[in-house]
C-alpha cells in the first residue's frame, strides 16, 4: 500500500493494480494533476483501503491476482460501494469493455495508456457523479410510475427503488430531464459523458441496455430505442 497525501486535496483516488510500475507513474501523475492518491495491489489491499477510508473515484486494473476486476467491482458494489470505476486494462476485446459496464463499471481505459487521459476522465467521472441540480430547479422527475429524487439521489419504479450506478442515474436524469425527446448518442455522450468518448457508440448502447434491464425488466416499457435515430423516454412508444 502506498499513499501520497498533497495538502489541500479532497478528491481522493484509489489506484488497484498489482504492477508496482503501474502504480508508481499514477501515483505521479494524478498528484500533479490534484488528486490525493492511495494504491493497493490486490483484493485483500483493495477491501481494506476502502473500508478504512473510501475514495472519491477507483482506477481499477482487471487482471490481478486472486481475483480479477471483475469480482472485485462486484463485491464493492454488493458492499454498497458505488464511487465511479475506471477500468484499466490490456485487454481491448468489446465483450471486456461490455462486461466492465454491465457489472456498474463507469468508464474504461486500454494499456498503453495516457496518463493525462487517465487524469481527464477521473475527472469528468467526478464532475459527473457530484453534478448536483441547482435548488431553481425540479428535484423530482416522473415518468409514469418512475421517479428519481434529486434531493435524496433515489431512483423508483412502482413504488421499488432501483440501484444504479453513478453514471446510469447521470443517464436516466438526462433522459427524463428530456422526456419525449428523441436524443442521439452524439446528444447523450456530450451530455452525460462531457467529451465525445473517441466516438465509441457502444458505451451508450450497453448504459442504455443496463437502464432498460432495471427500470423496465418485467414492466411496461419507458425507455425506447428509435431506430437509426437514438432513444426516448416516454410512457407510451409513439414510433
Not at 26 to 45: C, K, N, R, W
Not at 99 to 127: C, H, I, M, N, W
Not at 201 to 211: A, G, Q, T, Y
Not at 223 to 239: A, I, M, N, P, S
Request: with cysteine; glycine share 8%.
Amino acid at each position: 500500500m502506498n499513499a501520497v497525501n498533497p495538502p489541500g486535496n479532497t478528491d481522493r483516488v484509489l489506484v488497484i493494480d498489482d504492477d508496482p510500475g503501474i502504480r508508481r507513474l499514477l501515483i505521479s501523475a494524478l498528484q500533479f494533476a490534484g488528486f490525493e492518491v492511495e494504491t493497493a495491489g490486490d483484493l485483500s489491499e483493495a477491501l481494506d483501503q476502502v473500508a478504512r477510508r473510501p475514495p472519491d473515484v477507483i482506477v481499477l486494473d482487471v487482471m490481478l491476482p486472486g481475483a480479477d476486476g471483475f469480482e472485485i467491482l462486484q463485491l464493492l458494489r454488493a458492499r454498497a460501494i458505488d464511487v465511479p470505476v475506471l477500468f484499466l486494462t490490456a485487454r481491448d476485446a468489446v465483450e471486456d469493455r461490455v462486461r466492465g459496464l454491465r457489472l456498474g463499471g463507469d468508464d474504461y481505459v486500454t494499456k498503453p495508456f495516457s496518463v493525462v487521459e487517465v487524469g481527464a476522465r477521473l475527472q469528468a467521472l467526478l464532475r459527473r457523479a457530484r453534478g448536483g441540480t441547482p435548488a431553481a430547479e425540479e428535484t423530482r422527475l416522473c415518468c409514469g410510475d418512475l421517479t428519481l429524487d434529486d434531493l435524496r439521489h433515489e431512483v423508483r419504479r412502482g413504488g421499488q427503488t432501483v440501484e444504479l450506478s453513478p453514471t446510469e442515474y447521470r443517464l436516466l436524469h438526462y433522459l427524463l430531464s428530456h422526456q419525449g425527446q428523441v436524443l442521439s448518442r452524439a446528444q447523450i455522450l456530450e451530455a452525460v459523458w462531457q467529451y465525445d468518448f473517441g466516438g465509441d457508440s457502444v458505451v451508450v448502447e450497453r448504459f442504455i441496455s443496463n437502464l432498460r434491464r432495471k427500470i423496465d425488466h418485467g414492466r411496461t416499457p419507458l425507455l425506447h430505442t428509435v431506430r437509426g435515430v437514438g432513444y426516448t423516454l416516454r410512457e407510451q412508444d409513439d414510433t
